[in-house]
């Protein structure tokens, strides 16, 4: 029984599986595709009226099919890959970048330093980030030079031939070590702090005083990628009357154009932006990458010029969402009304500034919650650290001071032995509430939420 | 020993920017036939957005999802928009399209009122017809007043506008200000699963009741719910970039990150709290972010419902958890009396 193997369920001689089985070979000829003449709509996209129905997506058959072009299924007629180094090493001096061994390899077409780049910096509120690194590195992720080749391997292989010389800086990795006043300075500022927001509402030192119990607690969150499906990518084409086509899967064209015109020193009517339908942003997309890159990589040897990120380049070059610290303290009556809260948010920043100021500023607003509470007080931070940058990622720190805000009234409704439930409904926001920033709100339906998901849960007959 | 535990998650978030400007523009042509084309400078980024602007522009004309065909995201075609971020699409988009849809549709009026012996005023557009209001015997095809108005009065009906939502500044030193026109509410409930003896947990069941003022397309909304509690799911137990002491990242892949897959996701039950916001397209706000935000806090209560042990630093690995349920039998211990 030696010569017999199990396969599956089946159970098989060696012979058998030796012999060639045609069915099983791939065609040499691609089979033939026919898709369907008629095309069936489905009858909530032929209704009316139109808002309310549960319409399918017209993209939806394109994927489906393997009909849809993202940025990397499409090709151009003498189109080269660009691929950038990543400096690997996580703060640093450029000494000098030598690219002269790379240019000599095998298909390597141009390659491109910062200083060659018109205006080498951008970003949506503060304008610290460089394209390609020229003088510092803040993170280990940092682009240093890019090499565009005629195949994907050989720009690869001309990366490993650029000799850059360093010289080591001191590391700030802790956020609230690097809000010290002696903590190494990241971008020669007064501060490592780049971003500070207040919220002030009532009176919170007399609200602790009025009230029967002072809770504190400290929460952390991590960093975490936004790991769309697909990865960044750029096709850059410089024609000859000087214009510039970018396809690109950025998910913000318009401001993005304007970051291009910007760094490129470009009128922007000389400049188009085609995206695509993109394969998942989540926030990451929101910023321009590589497209600078390939335009001038482009406009060097007159091709179109592709750069598509690897997934390690996702990881380590692309924006993450904040690591926060989140200090809560929060006074409550006996009866389970909230009667202060003072927070203190520090949010991770990472090497440059991005969409911090915006996570910070929506972060300080919704830290108090979707509660009624007439004296607060909330103070909150971004910090540079020499890690990567942290950015845009859905709920802009929302997700993060949920965590904080909801776990700490769970604490509470235990020390108070008043049900979650209960809790939420006795403070939560109802018609007419004042936000912590003063705003009327109206269409408030935070109460109608919670009965709808615990009814829903079956929370009140749930039983271990 | 399995323990079982619930735990809700409340959340509130805003839609469009903090304060700032965040416009949206869009062109709206009814073609002769009646269909029409949508110009919006927005990108699909698999959300279903475009779709969801189909449906307002054709409710706006009276027409079906599938009439509209939708050009979207080329700066050389496309009207500006701030894009795909901060769950605006649907709101700030949406309102730009609906006006935009209004300036077409006040062309087709004024082109048919003449026609139905009526004033532009009288009219509404239903059902693919231009009808007079509370008369609707006297009507014409949308497709005629289409061709009508391109080839006869030469009056194309093509339609622009934009949208911006009204914001007051916020005090520098206090904050107080109205940063934005609107937000959605929302809950989560978890009912989890924690191994005591190794710390694993897992999610058996989620239920997500979402405000988004009126769901303009109810199916989108519930991919919306399911795919945030996804990322919810990887944020509350697996997700979590390392760092060597160079600064370096440990686990930049797909191997070494671990994010939930098909297998790691709970049943979940999703409903829509039925709300309806006056400024917005047909009463609708938004969705994208909010799905993803309760979720881990919704999982970490359960976690403490289950083994009593706080989580207060995310992800709530196995590792974590199993640290903090020794720590607290370590505690209770301690508690008991010396035996005598």
């Known amino acids: ?464 | 020993m399995i323990r079982r535990g619930k735990g809700v998650g409340c959340m509130w978030y805003p839609i469009g920017f903090t304060v700032l400007a965040n416009p949206s523009a869009a062109t709206v042509k009814v073609n002769e036939d009646g269909t029409a084309t949508l110009l919006t400078g927005t990108v699909e980024t698999g959300q279903g957005s475009l779709t969801v602007l189909a449906q307002i522009a054709a409710e706006e004309l009276g027409v079906s999802t599938d009439d509209i065909h939708v050009v979207s995201a080329d700066t050389d075609t496309t009207p500006m928009d701030t894009g795909a971020i901060a769950s605006r699409t649907t709101y700030v988009t949406g309102n730009a399209i609906k006006l935009a849809a209004a300036n077409a549709k006040q062309i087709l009026f004024e082109v048919a009122a003449p026609l139905l012996e009526v004033q532009p005023n009288q009219l509404e557009a239903v059902d693919r017809k231009i009808q007079v209001q509370y008369f609707p015997q006297r009507c014409l095809p949308i497709a005629d007043v289409a061709l009508q108005a391109q080839f006869v009065m030469g009056r194309p009906p093509i339609g622009s506008a934009s949208y911006n939502p009204p914001t007051v500044g916020m005090d520098p030193e206090t904050g107080q200000g109205k940063p934005f026109s609107t937000y959605v509410y929302a809950t989560q409930c978890a009912e989890v699963e924690v191994d005591d003896e190794t710390g694993e947990v897992d999610v058996i069941y989620m239920s997500a009741a979402h405000d988004c003022g009126t769901a303009i397309n109810p199916m989108l909304v519930e991919g919306q719910i399911e795919g945030g509690i996804s990322m919810g799911i990887g944020f509350a137990l697996q997700e979590e970039m390392l760092f060597d002491d160079k600064g370096l990242q440990l686990n930049p892949n797909l191997t070494n990150y671990i994010m939930p897959t098909s297998l790691d996701m709970p049943e979940i039950d999703v409903d829509i709290v039925e709300n309806f916001d006056p400024t917005g397209p047909f009463g609708a706000k938004g969705v994208g972010e909010p799905t993803a935000v309760p979720t881990a806090a919704a999982i970490c209560n359960a976690i403490f419902d289950a083994v009593g042990v706080r989580i207060t630093s995310l992800p709530a690995t196995a590792e974590k958890v199993l640290r903090a349920i020794k720590e607290k039998n370590d505690n209770d211990q301690k508690i008991l009396p010396a035996a005598e």
């Open chain 1, 1 to 464: 029984m030696a010569d017999e193997v199990k396969v599956a369920d089946k159970t098989e001689t060696v012979e058998s599986l030796r012999k060639i089985d045609d069915n099983l070979r791939l065609p040499s000829v691609p089979e033939k595709r026919v898709f369907p003449k008629e095309i069936d709509v489905s009858a909530a996209r032929m209704q009316t009226p139109a808002v309310g129905q549960r319409a399918t997506r017209p993209d939806g058959r394109m994927h489906g099919l393997g009909q849809t072009k993202y940025i990397d299924d499409m090709f151009f007629p003498g189109m080269i890959h660009a691929k950038i180094k990543r400096a690997g090493i996580a703060h640093a001096k450029i000494k000098s970048i030598d690219v002269s061994e790379a240019e000599k390899m095998p298909g390597v077409m141009a390659t491109l330093i910062g200083s060659e780049i018109p205006v080498n910096s951008f970003g949506p509120s503060l304008q610290d980030q460089p394209l390609l690194a020229d003088d510092v590195v803040r993170h280990a992720g940092d682009g240093v030079a890019a090499v565009a080749a005629v195949t994907e391997q050989q720009a690869l292989d001309a990366l490993e031939k650029i000799k850059i010389v360093y010289e080591e800086l001191p590391n700030v990795f802790d956020p609230v070590e690097a809000m010290k006043d002696d903590a190494y300075k990241i971008h020669n500022n007064e501060s490592n702090i780049y971003a500070s927001k207040t919220i002030m509402k009532g009176d919170v030192e007399k609200g602790f005083a009025d009230s029967d119990f002072i809770f504190e607690r400290t929460f952390t969150t991590q960093m975490v990628e936004h790991v769309p499906m697909e990865p960044h990518a750029s096709i850059g084409e410089w024609d000859a009357n000087g214009r510039v086509t970018l396809h690109s899967s950025l998910g913000r064209i318009t401001l993005g154009r304007a970051d291009i015109s910007r760094t490129l020193e470009m009128p922007i009517n000389r400049i188009r932006i085609i995206a695509t339908v993109v394969g998942g942003n989540f926030g990451g997309k929101n910023e321009i990458t590589t497209e600078p890159i390939v335009a001038l990589l482009s406009k060097k040897t007159g091709r179109p010029v592709k750069c598509v990120f690897t997934r390690e380049d996702e990881f380590i070059s692309s924006t993450t969402r904040h690591p926060f610290v989140m200090e809560y303290k929060t006074g409550m009556s006996k009866e389970g009304k909230i009667m202060a809260r003072k927070v203190r948010l520090i949010c991770d920043g990472g090497a440059y500034c991005s969409w911090s100021e915006t996570t910070l500023g929506k972060a300080c607003i919704l830290s108090a919650g979707p509660y009624n509470i007439e004296n607060l007080h909330v103070d909150a931070y971004a910090v540079y650290t020499t890690k990567t940058m942290t950015g845009a990622m859905r709920g802009f720190g929302a997700p993060q001071v949920c965590f904080a805000y909801e776990s700490h009234m769970d604490d509470m409704a235990a020390e108070l032995g008043i049900e979650p439930l209960e809790i939420r409904l006795k403070n939560a926001f109802n018609e007419g509430s004042a936000s912590p920033t003063g705003q009327v709100l109206e269409a408030v339906v935070v109460k109608d939420s919670l009965e709808m998901a615990t009814e829903r849960f079956g929370w009140k007959e749930w039983r271990k």
